[in-house]
């Protein structure tokens, strides 16, 4: 089986993913340093204790996920639940990498390009207040009810979403960001589109929708980022030579 060493696929990640360009909650990279030879990636959305010990029984080398660890603000020490975690790895000697920002910004690999793919829509531009902005704002190929483009979520997402009525019927332009964006409604709503899709929903959401006349569609943080993990993961495949395996760990929310 080909194999990469780590530094090579890790600087082939941050060229592609332009890390540099963000300014993020969590280092994007190598997070947790394993073997040098990668020849097996697993990916998944987070780096949690289930993910880990699947990967380790797939004989993974790297775990690639889109929440990994260290984010702004949180408790700087190694105990409890993130001891066991970072304990598994570093016996096991497997690498962590994780993107945040940047997987959700590429337009190729990223969560928002994804998403649209799936759901069927046409990409006009992004909006947002990060810098790069990663929402990203379009229209449907074909227009429809609200009713008909919930029924297109839950097939293509295997998530009924929530759906906050707001506006007319019919769904033409759409603005969307994954995970937990749900601050980008604002912004969704100066745009003038139809509809937004994110992954939650504040209470204040509810009667901005309401009001606003824009449909409100809360599709699941871990469902509307499945994607973009996938695609980078396949992509290394194919580029490196190296086996890639993306493995589901179920969240409701």
């Known amino acids: 089986m080909t194999a990469v060493k780590l530094p090579e696929l890790a600087a082939y990640c941050q060229d592609l993913l332009e890390t540099d360009r963000f300014r993020d909650y969590c280092p994007n990279g190598i997070q947790i340093e394993g073997k040098v030879q990668v020849r097996k ?48 790895l570093l016996q096991a000697e497997v690498s962590l990498l994780a993107y945040h920002l940047p997987l959700d910004a590429h337009p190729v690999f990223g969560n928002n390009a994804q998403l649209a793919e799936r759901l069927g829509l046409q990409v006009e531009g992004r909006f947002g207040s990060n810098d790069p902005a990663i929402g990203m704002y379009g229209r449907v190929v074909q227009p429809q009810t609200a009713r008909e483009f919930v029924q297109t979520i839950s097939q293509q997402l295997a998530r009924t979403p929530l759906h906050i009525e707001g506006g007319r019927s019919d769904i033409r332009t759409v603005a969307w960001c994954s995970g937990a964006a749900q601050d980008y409604f604002r912004d969704a709503v100066a745009l003038g589109v139809d509809a937004f899709i994110t992954g939650e929903v504040s209470e204040w959401c509810v009667h901005m929708a309401r009001e606003a006349g824009v449909h409100y569609f809360a599709a699941g ?33």
């Open 41 to 88: 990636i697993v990916s998944g959305v987070t780096a949690n204790l289930a993910l880990i010990d699947a990967a380790l029984a797939a004989n993974a080398d790297a775990i690639l996920v889109h929440h990994g660890y260290f984010w702004r603000n949180e408790d700087p020490t190694l105990v409890g639940m993130k001891r066991q975690r970072i304990v598994r």
């Open 221 to 253: 943080h871990h469902a509307t980022e499945r994607y973009g993990v996938q695609a980078l993961g396949d992509h290394l495949m194919q580029h490196f030579g190296i086996a890639h395996q993306f493995i589901e760990i179920d969240n409701p929310v």
